[in-house]
C-alpha cells in the first residue's frame, strides 16, 4: 500500500547549496514540532557548486523524505516551464494531502505547515471550488496572493494539477531577451485557474509562507516580474497574450 503524505514540498534550486541548507534546518524542525510526514522533491538544475548529496543526507528523517533529483541538462530561466512540468510528473503518482511549491532562498515562518493547511482550508470550507492558495508576501508587504495571483509559492491540493493538466507549456524564446521578463509559470498556472469551470484559487489576505521576504544574506529579493504583476486582478486575466 502507498505511503500517504501530508505534505509533499517542491523546491527547484541551482547553485544554492547553502541557502537550501539554511531553508532545511527550518523546515525539518517545523514537521518534526508539526508531527507530520513530509516528500521533499529537491529539483537540481545543474548546479556546479558540489556536495549537495552529502548536505542532504544530514536532513533525511523517517518523517522526511528528500527526493534530490539533478537535472543531465540544464534547463535554465528559458526553460522554467519544462522544469516546472517535470516536477509535477515527479510527483504525480504519489498519494499526498497538500503540496507547497517553493523557493530555496526564504526564510519560513513558524509552524508554517500547519498554519498553511489551516488557512487554506478555511478558504476552502468558504468555497468548495478552492484548490490552491498563493502563501508569497511581495516587497511592499502584500500578498500576491490578496489578489488570486498564483506564483512559485504556493499551497494546493491535487485538483489543482488536475485543473492545470500537470502541465506548464513553455513560451516563446523571444520572451527571455529581457532579463526582467517572468517565465510565465505563475502567469499561466493563474490565467487557468481564473478561466476554470469549476476549480478556483483563494483570496489570501492573512498568512505567509515566510515571516520577511528576504534572502538570507538580509538583502531583499527583488521581483523580477513584471510591474503589473503587483496590481494583478483576475478582471485583467482574459485580456493579457502573456503565453502566446
Not at 537540481?44 to 537535472?71: P, Q, V, W
Not at 492545470?164 to 485557474?193: A, D
Not at 515566510?210 to 504583476?229: A, D, L, N, T
Request: aromatic content about 16%.
Amino acid at each position: 500500500m502507498a505511503k500517504r503524505y501530508d505534505f509533499v514540498v517542491m523546491i527547484p534550486t541551482y547553485n544554492r547549496r547553502g541557502l537550501l541548507e539554511l531553508a532545511l534546518q527550518q523546515l525539518v524542525p517545523a514537521a518534526e514540532d508539526a508531527g507530520i510526514s513530509v516528500y521533499h522533491l529537491i529539483f537540481d538544475d545543474c548546479s556546479t557548486d558540489l556536495g549537495y548529496t552529502d548536505m542532504l543526507a544530514t536532513y533525511k528523517r523517517d518523517f522526511y523524505e528528500i527526493n534530490y533529483f539533478r537535472a543531465f541538462t540544464r534547463y535554465g530561466r528559458g526553460g522554467f516551464c519544462s522544469l516546472y512540468t517535470k516536477m509535477m510528473e515527479m510527483i504525480k503518482p504519489l498519494d499526498f494531502a497538500y503540496v507547497i511549491a517553493t523557493a530555496d532562498d526564504l526564510i519560513f515562518a513558524s509552524n508554517f505547515f500547519i498554519k498553511a493547511a489551516d488557512h487554506f482550508e478555511v478558504r476552502k470550507r468558504e468555497d468548495a471550488s478552492i484548490v490552491a492558495m498563493n502563501l508569497l508576501w511581495n516587497k511592499k508587504g502584500r500578498s500576491w496572493g490578496f489578489t488570486r495571483y498564483i506564483d512559485c509559492g504556493f499551497i494546493c491540493v491535487r485538483e489543482f494539477f488536475d485543473a492545470i493538466e500537470w502541465k506548464v507549456p513553455s513560451r516563446k524564446k523571444r520572451v527571455f531577451n529581457n532579463p526582467h521578463t517572468s517565465t510565465g509559470v505563475g502567469m499561466y498556472m493563474t490565467k487557468t485557474l481564473f478561466n476554470h469551470p469549476y476549480y478556483s484559487v483563494a483570496e489570501n489576505d492573512g498568512i505567509s509562507l515566510q515571516e520577511i521576504r528576504k534572502s538570507h544574506g538580509g538583502v531583499k529579493i527583488q521581483s523580477v516580474m513584471r510591474p503589473w504583476h503587483t496590481n494583478w486582478s483576475p478582471k485583467q486575466a482574459a485580456t493579457w497574450n502573456e503565453l502566446r
